[in-house]
């Protein structure tokens, strides 16, 4: 098999060894190269000698293999959702395996309470093959799941729904089959037993964990394996505005040391102004179908529909913070004990207020990425970390002085901080993110859609604001390095060698060098170099 002629515009030897294996899965024409050079931020990256993208794991083995027999790094790609340069390149020699075409429902098992995809499925696809058998992943998806993958989420982590119960993906998920550098391809959990169904993570050491977080530097992910669990019959919906963020993550944290919550997340006014996400309820009578098939009977739902498309999104600018949840249960019983509980702790620090965010956020969970990109077009980049759940105070206290004294930085530069906070299982999640006007990048185009962006689409690159953004975000790191953050998505974004301890950065470079001799699986990656050759 090989490509036309027209898709190739890179000559390297090794190119032509996966087109002549892998055929029109291979790409290297000037746009496509130049398209997989970029994240949602970074940008102009290095471009990929070419692009793979894999129909089988069979294929993705051997696209491995090719690649780094050839002395080419190996970049692994899931929906392209990231921030954080996991999946640009490091080095010129290195090729972009974009594992979306991985993305197969393999295994539905309800007897055994488990679901086996493709690493490429988004999570949109995952929950609509769950739909019927009163079955759910405890993590089961971020915002957005119309294009994040299973993959992608397991290599970066993740949290959103039914993460305030439930924790991330990492606690969701079994094992995983991984393609190592060399071609070889392993399985971890039970799966990777002789005779055995793949059911439990247990059974030895974690191997799993391995592959977790780890920005494909330990290896390629072509498949994993999640628990399921029952779906809850009853779901309850709550809104509350505070005057402070103290008393909004106070709120948070008292709500999940109860495990009252699936899932919530608490915004300041200006995130709710420009936050194209949470003012999609603006959109009113376009939710109404799906905000009716969320109600309890259609006449309720039609109802909640009507109240949605009358208040829009205006309600939110009238508190300073405010704090949306949504509240789970076996039972309605159930459910009214804990929403009851829920209101006293909201009451308490601030005061319940209209709930449509969080109806039309579980109306459609997983709506076009339109988030990616402020309401009037802005740019938008986030920086988070994570803390144990007692440092909250500590944490929100230190995070507003910072941004107070940054002020007048942020004014002089044009950029807009907002800030949201997640209770994450245990933990303490705070993001702020950062809004300014910049060039419509292809990737921004291509996820939110050419119709949304062609009003901006002419607009020049702001460089300057740019390289504040960066300066802002690294000293935003520091901060929260230094009151005990710890952060999920590291790839070459966030410092890790620095913050870990010499003894345990030695364990990971040996288990790297175990995996990847070579050093060219995502090499800078954690950030991992590859090492210096000798030959």
């Not at 739909?131 to 993590?139: A, K, M, Q, S, V």
């Not at 119309?146 to 992608?152: L, M």
């Not at 399921?228 to 009853?234: A, H, K, V």
């Not at 103290?246 to 936050?275: C, N, P, W, Y």
């Amino acid at each position: 098999m090989t490509a036309s002629p027209a898709s190739l515009d890179t000559k390297h030897p090794a190119i032509d060894a996966l087109t002549d294996a892998l055929g029109n899965a291979v790409m290297a024409d000037d746009a496509t190269r130049a398209y997989y050079a970029n994240d949602i931020f970074w940008q102009p990256g290095i471009r990929p000698l070419a692009v793979v993208m894999p129909g089988s794991a069979v294929d993705a083995a051997t696209a491995v293999r090719i690649a780094t027999e050839s002395g080419i790094a190996v970049v692994p790609r899931g929906g392209g959702m990231s921030y954080t340069k996991g999946y640009l390149p490091a080095q010129e020699e290195a090729i972009v395996i974009d594992a979306r075409k991985l993305n197969d429902v393999i295994e539905v098992n309800t007897g055994d309470l488990y679901i086996t995809v493709g690493a490429g499925c988004t999570w949109a696809k995952l929950n609509e093959a769950l739909e019927g058998t009163g079955l759910r992943t405890g993590y089961w998806g971020p915002l957005s799941g119309v294009n994040a993958t299973v993959g992608g989420a397991l290599s970066q982590n993740s949290a959103f729904f039914g993460s305030t119960l439930n924790a991330t993906v990492a606690e969701s998920v079994i094992g995983v089959t991984v393609v190592l550098a060399d071609g070889t391809v392993v399985t971890t959990g039970s799966g990777g037993r002789a005779n055995a169904r793949p059911f439990t993570r247990e059974g030895g050491p974690d191997m799993t964990g391995i592959f977790l977080g780890d920005n494909g530097a330990m290896g390629l992910k072509v498949s994993a394996t999640l628990r399921l669990w029952p779906r809850p019959e009853s779901v309850g919906y709550l809104s509350f505005g505070f005057k402070t963020s103290i008393d909004l993550a106070a709120a948070q944290v008292d709500m999940a040391r109860e495990r009252l919550v699936s899932e919530g997340f608490g915004i300041d006014r200006t995130k709710a102004s420009h936050s194209a996400s949470v003012n999609r309820i603006s959109d009113g009578l376009k939710t109404l179908g799906n905000v009716a098939k969320a109600g309890k009977t259609l006449i309720g739902g039609l109802k909640d529909a009507a109240a949605v498309a009358a208040g829009g999104a205006n309600f939110l600018k009238q508190h300073e913070y405010t704090l949306h949840l949504v509240l789970e249960a076996r039972n309605e019983d159930e459910l009214k004990t804990s929403m009851k509980r829920a209101r006293e702790i909201g009451n308490t620090y601030g005061v319940e207020i209209e709930n449509t965010v969080p109806k039309v956020m579980r109306s459609k969970p997983f709506s076009p990425v339109r988030g990616m990109l402020g309401l009037d077009g802005e740019r938008w980049v986030p920086i988070h970390a994570v803390f144990p759940l007692g440092d909250w105070k500590k944490v929100v206290e230190a995070n507003d002085a910072f941004f107070a004294e940054k002020r007048d930085f942020m004014e002089r530069h044009g950029i807009v901080y907002s800030v949201m906070f997640l209770t994450v299982g245990g933990e303490f999640f705070i993001e702020p993110a950062f809004y300014w006007h910049d060039e419509i990048t292809p990737l921004h185009a291509k996820s939110v859609g050419e119709d949304v962006v062609r009003k901006w689409i002419d607009r020049p690159a702001n460089v300057a604001t740019r390289e504040a953004v960066v300066e802002l975000r690294d000293a935003t790191q520091d901060l929260y390095i230094s009151l005990g953050g710890v952060n999920w998505q590291v790839a070459r974004d966030y410092p890790y060698k620095s913050v870990l301890s010499p003894e345990t950065w030695i364990l990971l470079e040996s288990l790297k060098r175990a995996l990847d001799p070579k050093g060219l699986m995502n090499p800078g990656s954690l950030e991992l170099a590859a090492p210096v050759r000798t030959d």
